[in-house]
Nanobody, 119 residues
Framework: QVQTVESGGGLVQAGGSLRLSCTVS????????MDWYRQAPGKQRELVAS???????NYAESVKGRFTISRDNAKNTAYLQMNSLKAEDTAVYYC?????????????WGQGTQVTVSS
């Protein structure tokens, strides 16, 4: 069974920084991609950033230049470094992973971590 766990959320003032971590564990043969999504109250869940196996990254326009996604393959962990935070970044942040397991691919969501930016 594959498990995805996030950590690192919290309360920060506007202009501040936070780093989120996402670790995937279980009977994994490889990791295809690790993504960060967020969902603000009353809004749909949106993709924030993605990193694929080869290291390629993708960002939502709203976070380009402020957020950086990276990965430590040895630890099966992805990070989301969030700088110059704004009130509108307040949301629950979820990690989504796509892993290679015996027999195919497995997707997994974390439980979410709250990020609150005070203005």
């Amino acid at each position: 069974q594959v498990q995805t766990v996030e950590s690192g959320g919290g309360l920060v003032q506007a202009g501040g920084s936070l780093r989120l971590s996402c670790t995937v564990s279980g009977s994994i043969l490889g990791i295809k991609s690790m993504d960060w999504y967020r969902q603000a109250p009353g809004k749909q869940r949106e993709l924030v950033a993605s990193i694929i196996a080869g290291g390629g990254t993708n960002y939502a326009e709203s976070v380009k230049g402020r957020f950086t996604i990276s990965r430590d393959n040895a630890k099966n962990t992805a990070y989301l470094q969030m700088n110059s935070l704004k009130a509108e970044d307040t949301a629950v942040y979820y990690c989504h992973t796509k892993t290679v397991i015996l027999g195919g691919l497995q997707t997994s969501w974390g439980q979410g971590t709250q990020v609150t930016v005070s203005s």
